[in-house]
């Protein structure tokens, strides 16, 4: 009885695509419905009859990092998560063309990581790579990275080159 509520209904989502077949009914009973980033709205603005909004998530940086490793980094590429999973079908030719890489240390770990594992790697780390499904989206392992001095290689059109200038691309 969502729609009987005496106020405007709001909706959000995100990977609508996914399981769309699931949620189209739904978006169709809000008054409006927000999404991540413009290439979600050109999807879902086309699906229903109610305006649809763009508000990007705001990540923080959390204030109990480690600090940055000072000392030399032992992996040249780092990579963990979805790898190898039939969700990202995009991650395994990637992890494919850096291990055609010749004499490079790669760490790849097909699973997620506890916090602490997860940052005393990246902070090993020389570089790292990820890939969103949405480029517009924020991709908060690149944050990660960078936040413990690990470089990172986004794909075009990723929304975090809004906050570079050409050199540092």
């Known amino acids: ?11 959000y989502t995100s990977d ?13 009973t809000f008054d409006e419905v927000i999404v991540l980033d413009s290439s979600e709205w050109e999807d879902v603005h086309q699906l229903i009859d ?15 990092l480690p600090p940055i490793p000072t000392a030399p980094r032992d992996i040249d590429v780092f990579q963990s998560g979805t790898v190898l999973h039939p969700y990202h079908l995009d ?19 097909n699973t997620f990581l506890d916090v602490q594992t997860y940052q005393g790697l990246l902070g090993r780390s020389k570089v790292s790579y990820t890939y969103v499904r949405h480029p517009g989206a924020m991709p908060t392992r690149a944050l990660d990275a ?3 001095g690990c470089a990172v290689v986004v794909q075009k059109g990723c929304i975090l080159t809004l906050y570079l200038g050409a050199e540092e691309r």
């Open 146 to 148: 960078l936040s413990l």
């Open 91 to 109: 991650k395994a030719p990637l992890l494919h063309q850096v291990l055609k890489i010749p004499n490079i240390k790669v760490k790849a770990i």
């Open 16 to 28: 609508y695509d996914l399981h769309v077949q699931a949620v189209l009914p739904w978006l169709k």
């Open 1 to 11: 009885n969502i729609q009987e509520l005496p106020c405007p209904i709001l909706g």
């Open 50 to 64: 109610v305006p649809v909004s763009t508000f990007p998530k705001a990540f923080g940086i959390s204030a109990s």
